[in-house]
């Protein structure tokens, strides 16, 4: 019977400690479990998942915190937490801006030069102070279609020498005229008979063309008499030392400049 009284006391004593227990963490930690997910970890791969954006409750500091966070490439998530206990904190979703990609340059089918071959210029075709003996007066233009060479008779036994392209097979000529008209960045206007020569070949040339870098006649031209021929610039200049025209005489841009400024009009010319 005492040892029946006894058990009977301690279990009343282990029941009412426990009921005191329960009854502390009732009043510590209210209705509500303690333990909260963060949305730090749910929030990415929820938005993964399509889910939209939502209000989450949770337990915070005292102070005002602002915290960032971009996950890979997906949408840039800040969170504000407020003070107090099981604030609510709102998921403000950022787009990122999109890149502007700039558009490519396209450029005008007019202006546009010759492809230019792997083909470097022979250092033997480039201006040059040589001996020439002649017996042609100073000023004199004398032009070598063998040698590819155009030559500017400064007396005393010298010239200054250029290179120059000729006229390709079958537009080969030869003969003496004088320098009737000068002009710089000239107007292009095929003769008739070009016109219809390329046009027999698939190409199909305009009427006429205004001067710029990439019209045929290049930076200078200097006519020939009554012919259709002239000393001419190129927008080609890898072609000069090879005969390649339909008979007028090209040079490099910078090299027709210079002869330019250092002929007149009526200045002589000779071709052989």
């Given at each position: ?7 009977t006391t301690l279990l009343s004593v282990a029941v009412t400690d426990i009921g005191a227990g329960f009854a502390q963490a009732a009043e510590r930690y209210g209705n ?26 949770g337990r915070v500091d005292e102070r005002r915190v602002l915290r960032q966070r971009a996950v890979g490439d997906q949408p840039r998530v800040v969170y504000r937490e ?49 001996a020439y003996e002649t017996r042609e007066r100073p000023g004199t233009i004398v032009i070598d279609t063998n040698s590819r060479f155009l030559y500017l008779v400064t ?118």
């Open positions: 019977m005492k040892t029946l009284l006894i058990l509500r479990p303690p333990v909260i997910v963060s949305p730090d970890l749910t929030a990415p791969w929820l938005m993964q998942l399509g889910a939209a954006p939502r209000t989450v409750l407020r003070s107090g206990i099981f604030a609510p904190r709102q998921q403000v979703i950022y787009q990122r801006p999109a890149v502007q990609r700039a558009a490519p340059l396209v450029r005008s089918a007019g202006m546009v030069a010759p492809q230019r071959p792997v083909r470097p210029i022979d250092p033997q075709f480039l201006p040059q102070t040589v007396g005393k036994g010298e010239a200054r020498r250029y290179g120059v392209g000729v006229g390709k097979p079958g537009f080969e000529w030869a003969g003496a005229h004088k320098v009737t008209r000068k002009a710089e960045w000239p107007t292009w206007r095929p003769p008739s008979e070009m016109i219809a020569r390329e046009a027999a070949k698939g190409h199909y040339l305009p009427a006429s063309m205004e001067g710029g870098p990439a019209n045929p006649l290049g930076a200078r031209a200097m006519y020939l008499g009554s012919t259709l021929y002239r000393i001419h610039g190129t927008n080609a200049p890898w072609t000069i030392g090879y005969a390649v025209s339909s008979g007028c005489i090209r040079m490099r841009n910078e090299d027709v400049t210079d002869l330019y400024e250092r002929v007149d009009v009526g200045t002589r010319v000779i071709v052989q």
